[in-house]
């Protein structure tokens, strides 16, 4: 297949449909780790294409999701700063933090602005010699390379007002993490196709064999998902627990041996709390010590900043699969796109709004009129 519309192909989707169908013969569960892939799952009701009791749980790939409160919280206090031009991607800016999001912050007159990339807010820094700018550097291991570069150019600039409130996670500590939960019931992932064009699949090997769990490293259209969740069942009834690569168009064993070096040269791995899961070790970056002079929670006092979560928000259950969007109260109810209590609602790739935006399709999409429809046991 050539074109992405081919990956979008009903006939081919009803064909892995059946193949799954064909091979399972008792109750799975199976994770997708990343925000896109809930995404399509949900858009494209894939989900009611499967058999009873083969259940598909999402996963904590959202990295506006899993930022944690207390860091939304410093990216406030430091935006809300007259020094500070604060650079961010344009979803952080309504994520909620204990008392407002950063769009409150701009509106009350602190200078916060969208970037589109890491560069930008380099570009921002020489464009405004007398304000610090701090771009706010969220994602996983697939877009930590670009906040590395911009680093990188910053220092080879001899920039002096530039630095980054780095909250970028990683996601095998996370699969590895979720996996020795006593809640957890995923027998096997579907993990992140675009995280391992960057690292590749070989840190998964470890967590496949000490867990005996099936990973598929799978990408993010409807027949990728489909035959992602064909491999897993395929070995999940033969007892088998190893990582395949699905989306191997895009991922080589070995990864962007470039990024990964340059990830090496400017990051250590340090423990890092995500939103409503709690700390996981070594599963967050931090600037070497090197870099130091660029990392804006060294450089600006942030520390006494208090975090509240919503009491009403079940985030980290939904985070952790073991709740869907539609379980909590909340759901549609005080927590909707235009007034979100908590990160899952507000991100493009949370699974709250996910449910929200393509829940009225989510029995058979129309996408896919196909004679599997009468027989799909209806999604969410
Ligand atoms: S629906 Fe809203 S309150 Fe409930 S888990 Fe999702 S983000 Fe939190």
């Given amino acids: 297949m050539k074109y992405v519309d081919?990956?979008?192909?009903?006939?081919?989707?009803?064909?892995?449909?059946?193949?799954?169908?064909?091979?399972?013969?008792?109750?799975?569960?199976?994770?997708?780790?990343?925000?896109?892939?809930?995404?399509?799952?949900?858009?494209?009701?894939?989900?009611?294409?499967?058999?009873?009791?083969?259940?598909?749980?999402?996963?904590?790939?959202?990295?506006?999701?899993?930022?944690p409160l207390e860091m939304i919280d410093k990216a406030?206090?430091?935006?809300?700063?007259?020094?500070?031009?604060?650079?961010?991607?344009?979803?952080?800016?309504?994520?909620?933090?204990?008392?407002?999001?950063?769009?409150?912050?701009?509106?009350?007159?602190?200078m916060v602005r969208i970037v589109?990339?890491?560069?930008?807010?380099?570009?921002?820094?020489?464009?405004?010699?007398?304000?610090?700018?701090?771009?706010?550097?969220?994602g996983f291991e697939t877009t930590a390379p670009a906040t590395a570069m911009a680093v990188r150019q910053a220092k080879r600039l001899g920039l002096?007002?530039?630095?980054?409130?780095?909250?970028?996670?990683?996601?095998?500590?996370?699969?590895?993490?979720?996996?020795?939960?006593?809640?957890?019931?995923?027998?096997?992932?579907?993990?992140?196709?675009?995280?391992?064009?960057?690292m590749g699949c070989e840190a998964y090997r470890p967590l496949a064999a000490r867990h005996r769990v099936p990973i598929?490293?799978?990408?993010?259209?409807?027949?990728?998902?489909?035959?992602?969740?064909?491999l897993a069942v395929r070995q999940l009834e033969a007892g088998r627990a190893e990582v395949e690569n699905q989306y191997a168009r895009a991922v080589r064993p070995e990864g962007n041996r470039q990024a990964r070096r340059l990830l090496e040269d400017l990051f250590e791995p340090v423990d890092r709390a995500w939103r409503g899961i709690g700390v996981i070790p070594k599963s967050g970056y931090r600037l070497r010590n090197a870099f130091a002079g660029y990392d804006a929670e060294r450089r600006f006092e942030t520390a006494g900043v208090g975090a509240q979560e919503s009491s009403l928000c079940i985030a980290g259950?939904?985070?952790?699969?073991?709740?869907?969007?539609?379980?909590?109260?909340?759901?549609?109810?005080?927590?909707t796109p235009e007034r979100?209590?908590?990160?899952?609602?507000?991100?493009?790739?949370g699974a709250c709004a996910a449910y929200h935006r393509y829940r009225s399709y989510s029995i058979v999409s129309p996408s896919?009129?196909?004679?599997?429809?009468?027989?799909?046991?209806?999604?969410?």
């Fill in 6 to 67: 081919e990956y979008r192909d009903g006939t081919l989707v009803r064909r892995y449909a059946e193949r799954i169908r064909a091979t399972v013969t008792r109750p799975w569960t199976i994770m997708e780790i990343c925000g896109g892939q809930t995404h399509t799952i949900v858009k494209y009701g894939l989900d009611a294409f499967l058999p009873e009791g083969l259940t598909l749980v999402h996963g904590p790939g959202c990295p506006v999701c899993v930022t």
């Fill in 160 to 198: 002096k007002n530039f630095s980054i409130l780095c909250a970028h996670v990683l996601v095998p500590p996370a699969i590895d993490a979720l996996l020795s939960s006593p809640a957890n019931r995923v027998q096997a992932f579907l993990a992140a196709g675009h995280v391992c064009t960057v």
């Fill in 76 to 110: 406030l206090a430091i935006a809300a700063r007259p020094d500070i031009l604060f650079a961010s991607f344009g979803d952080m800016l309504r994520v909620p933090g204990s008392g407002k999001d950063l769009l409150t912050v701009k509106a009350e007159g602190g």
């Fill in 116 to 138: 589109y990339s890491p560069l930008d807010a380099v570009a921002l820094a020489r464009r405004h010699p007398d304000k610090q700018v701090v771009f706010f550097a969220v």
């Fill in 317 to 335: 259950l939904v985070l952790q699969g073991v709740k869907k969007p539609q379980d909590c109260p909340a759901f549609g109810v005080s927590c």
């Fill in 340 to 349: 979100p209590l908590g990160a899952p609602m507000v991100s493009s790739e």
């Fill in 368 to 380: 896919f009129p196909s004679p599997l429809a009468g027989e799909g046991r209806g999604g969410g």
């Fill in 216 to 230: 598929i490293v799978t990408g993010f259209e409807p027949v990728d998902l489909l035959q992602g969740v064909w």
